[in-house]
């Protein structure tokens, strides 16, 4: 893949787009197709990550962060547009803050699993 590309790739996950998008034209939290949105194949893109550690690392941590996004987005559908783009910048300062290493609060203590029945 040429060195363009791979830099109009990584800029594009870094500002928010997904596989989906980047390969398939979905946008982040679903929609009807762009082709617009298409940077390159699924195959064309998965070699690329084969053959660069790092472009991999990079495509690998972003696209967690980009999905999380995705199905904020998703969940809220029926959000008013300005919600959406709230929704969009949590989710990016979510991303950076875990990519700094730091540990996220949990929003709720989980519970404890308890057997209903014993097994005899």
């Known amino acids: 893949m040429p060195v363009e590309k791979v830099e109009e790739i990584?800029?594009?996950?870094?500002?928010?787009?997904?596989?989906n998008q980047i390969c398939h034209g979905y946008p982040a939290g679903g929609g009807e197709i762009d082709r617009s949105l298409i940077l390159?194949?699924?195959?064309?893109?998965?070699?690329?990550?084969?053959?660069?550690?790092?472009f991999d690392e990079f495509v690998s941590k972003h696209f967690e962060a980009n999905s999380f996004i995705g199905q904020l987005l998703r969940h809220n559908k029926d959000a008013p547009e300005e919600m959406k783009a709230t929704l969009r910048l949590i989710g990016?300062?979510?991303?950076?803050?875990?990519?700094?290493?730091?540990?996220?609060?949990?929003?709720?203590?989980?519970?404890?699993?308890?057997?209903?029945?014993s097994r005899c």
């Open 92 to 117: 990016k300062i979510r991303h950076k803050v875990k990519a700094s290493g730091a540990q996220l609060p949990r929003l709720h203590e989980q519970r404890p699993r308890v057997r209903l029945r």
């Open 10 to 19: 990584k800029g594009a996950v870094a500002n928010g787009a997904t596989f």
């Open 40 to 54: 390159t194949t699924g195959p064309k893109l998965q070699r690329q990550r084969r053959l660069d550690p790092e």
